[in-house]
């Protein structure tokens, strides 16, 4: 029969052969809309041919999507080009994702850029679900990430966030003199992050300069928008745009730096076998998890660079945007600034400085960082997810391989689960035993489940003792008794401030 259907395509004309494709490829679309037709989808917008509902994402997705989720619903579905994309915006929603059905939705879309960003997804963030995950995840949670070894990283962070404070009174000491919190908070966060990974800062000399260059632009290309991820035939257009290149340069100077890291580390783990002193940092932890052959997967040196690149991506920008937010709500409401304040003075007393001993006893101050994580979610939408299978939500039928945004900015805001969504008050959290950890739907500003953040336990000190240190140290306004503080968001996959919140800092009387 093969040898026959052989013998009649080279008779055929190539005129026919156009043709035969053709209607191959209506019957395969008739076909295909013939079954979606029968399933019981979730709501959804109009669409465009080619690009879906692209059009209507904006340069604000997050804000986008809940403009539709109000009247589409909480479960909505959009055609990101030719990718159908489940959007959950309510607390009910994203329960049953990311909890009842965890086991379904735990898979990550294979995304070109990410891909490349990863290693080719040797990342824990991006890597698909399976084996290679749980182990990477295990690493992660028992050995990186475990209570202890975040609190043997507790005396760099008092010595950084000391540090910030010292460079704001000498600052501060000129009356004319306007303090650039936001580039602050990033060089905080970041050194704290360069300490607890790599084992040392990098902010002085010309080739630390580049790695912070690399490291901005890294985080620049993990948030860009990639076409040929929903419109696969143009995936060539980034080509034109320079984006292919800028980012395959990008990660050959991340990778060369890494590199030289990677073999600082195993000269001075050999020092230490001999005899010398070191301080275990990420990097230290990994290359010993690597030479004991311990992981039950393949974990070279492009494994570790990935994880790296991990931690930079997760607790730099995010810990910076969420403590540039409580100020600027602060700001925005000077009667709470005050009355954290007052808590803050009274249990440090006349200490010096806030240590993280202190925190435990700051509880408005907690309830300020919960309702900035509530309105001003620093991933506003969570990395998208991917069902494994077929399955139901809420009576919507979800096929396989269907996307799944988690809109964490929208849930923050939505009036079923909060009151008064959209002002800034932390005493709703007074009597409330809601928390970010991923416990509790409506909040999950770092995930919640099998794919939630793994590091919250590291992210919660790098919001809470700068802050406290702020606001224990100084009084803070705008400068020259401008108007109110701009609360634009910028673009991007971090909901940073869009402009720096440049204040006044006084330093407070004894």
């Not at 401030?497 to 004894?510: D, E, F, V, Y």
């Amino acid at each position: 029969m093969f040898q026959w259907v052989e013998q009649c395509g080279e008779l055929l004309h190539p005129l026919s052969l156009s043709l035969l494709s053709t209607f191959i490829v209506i019957l395969l679309f008739r076909i295909t809309r013939s079954r979606t037709s029968k399933l019981n989808l979730p709501p959804s917008p109009p669409k465009l041919p080619i690009i879906g509902n692209l059009h209507q994402l904006g340069s604000l997705p997050h804000r986008s999507l809940q403009t539709l989720a109000r009247k589409y619903g909480p479960i909505m579905l959009v055609h990101l080009g030719q990718t159908p994309t489940l959007v959950i915006s309510s607390a009910d929603a994203a329960r049953e994702v990311l909890k009842t059905q965890d086991h379904i939705f735990s898979n990550r879309p294979i995304l070109r850029f990410q891909e490349i960003l990863s290693y080719s997804n040797k990342d824990l963030a991006f890597t698909p679900y399976g084996e290679y995950w749980r182990q990477v995840r295990k690493i992660i949670v028992l050995q990186l990430l475990n209570a202890h070894r975040v609190e043997s990283f507790r005396s760099l962070r008092e010595e950084e966030a000391y540090l910030m404070i010292d460079m704001i009174r000498q600052s501060s000491s000129s009356a004319s003199s306007v303090i650039n919190l936001s580039e602050l908070m990033f060089w905080f966060t970041n050194n704290v992050i360069c300490r607890a990974t790599l084992g040392r800062k990098f902010g002085g000399d010309e080739g630390d300069v580049k790695f912070q260059k690399m490291i901005s632009e890294f985080m620049y290309f993990v948030g860009v928008f990639n076409v040929g991820d929903y419109i696969p035939w143009l995936s060539w257009v980034n080509n034109f745009n320079g984006y292919n290149t800028r980012m395959e340069e990008n990660m050959k100077n991340l990778d060369c730096f890494l590199v030289s890291v990677i073999e600082e580390h195993i000269q001075s783990r050999k020092r230490c076998e001999s005899g010398g002193e070191g301080v275990e940092d990420f990097v230290d932890v990994l290359l010993g998890i690597q030479q004991d052959c311990s992981v039950g997967v393949p974990f070279a040196k492009d494994n570790i660079k990935a994880l790296i690149l991990d931690m930079f991506a997760a607790g730099t920008d995010t810990s910076a945007a969420t403590v540039v937010w409580a100020m600027t709500e602060l700001i925005r409401h000077p009667e709470i600034m005050k009355e954290v304040q007052m808590e803050i003075r009274e249990i440090a007393q006349a200490k010096q400085y806030i240590t993280e001993d202190d925190l435990g006893q700051m509880h408005y101050l907690k309830m300020v960082l919960k309702e900035t994580l509530r309105l001003h979610a620093p991933g506003p939408l969570l990395i998208p997810h991917e069902s494994i299978e077929y399955t139901k939500v809420q009576g919507y039928d979800i096929p396989a391989k269907t996307r799944v945004i988690i809109n964490a900015w929208a849930i923050g805001r939505d009036p079923v689960s909060w009151e008064d969504p959209e002002e800034f008050r932390p005493k709703r959290f007074l009597n409330s035993c809601v928390d970010f950890r991923g416990r509790d739907f409506e909040l999950i500003p770092f995930g919640a489940g099998r794919r939630g953040c793994p590091g919250i336990l590291f992210a919660t000190p790098n919001m809470e003792l700068p802050l406290a240190n702020l606001l224990y140290h100084f009084d803070w306004t705008l400068p020259d008794g401008s108007g109110d503080v701009e609360v634009a968001e910028g673009i991007g996959i971090v909901a940073y401030k869009k402009s720096p919140l440049l204040l006044a800092a006084t330093l407070r009387s004894s």
